[in-house]
């Protein structure tokens, strides 16, 4: 069970995709599994699906000190919460996801609301 928590989401205004087909739809800050992540981005993918990535580090260090998911229901959880903030500020680039992800009912979230992913 993964504990996720919102705390902010700037949508993107006018989401392009990148060179590799990606498409930035909003940048978050969370907190999940006891860990705070400021940066992640909520992405649509090249072939219509979404993903979370971890916070893009800066530096000549950066390789060395990456972050990455060895979870997968942690970046799983992370998008579908990311997902209903976005939507909830009114988002609508992720709506024609419905058949690959369920879709839980819409409900008003208030930033910070905590979540427990199942």
Known sequence: ????????LNRV????????????????DCEANGLSLQGCALVRTPKNGLTVWPPKLEGPESVRRAISFVDSSLRHALMMHAREAYRALGGVDAEWIGTSIPMPPRQGIAMGEEFADR
């Open 1 to 8: 069970m993964n504990a996720v928590t919102i705390l902010g």
């Open 13 to 28: 205004s006018n989401p392009k995709p990148n060179r590799g087909g990606s498409t930035v739809l909003a940048y978050f």
